[in-house]
Nanobody, 118 residues
Framework: QVQLVESGGGLVQAGGSLRLSCAAS????????MGWFRQAPGKGRELVST????????YYANSVKGRFTISTDNAKNTVYLQMNSLKPEDTAVYYC???????????WGQGTQVTVSS
């Protein structure tokens, strides 16, 4: 079983920065791909970024490329999402998620609210 706990959301002005953290636990966590999703009011859930615990390869949605950076601290089993140059359209609930390589996203955190004011 995998458990994910997000933190780091909040209110920030446009152009500001926030760093989200996702503390992951579970015996098999290292075999999972980690991701950040977001859901804005009235919209569907959007994949923002993904990363593996080991090896190269990250993914970013076009809407966040060049502004967001995903990273891991393997010693702490923690995934980070550094968000810079935030825009009001980044306002959403951000979710940490995990999946095995060949499976769907089946583990989710509780979500953390990010609000960007103009």
């Amino acid at each position: 079983q995998v458990q994910l706990v997000e933190s780091g959301g909040g209110l920030v002005q446009a152009g500001g920065s926030l760093r989200l953290s996702c503390a992951a636990s579970g015996r098999t966590i290292s075999s999972h791909v980690m991701g950040w999703f977001r859901q804005a009011p009235g919209k569907g859930r959007e994949l923002v970024s993904t990363i593996a615990w080991s090896g190269p390869g990250t993914y970013y949605a076009n809407s966040v490329k060049g502004r967001f950076t995903i990273s891991t601290d393997n010693a702490k089993n923690t995934v980070y999402l550094q968000m810079n140059s935030l825009k009001p359209e980044d306002t959403a609930v951000y979710y940490c998620a995990a999946r095995r390589v060949t499976q769907e996203w089946n583990y989710w955190g509780q979500g953390t609210q990010v609000t960007v004011s103009s």
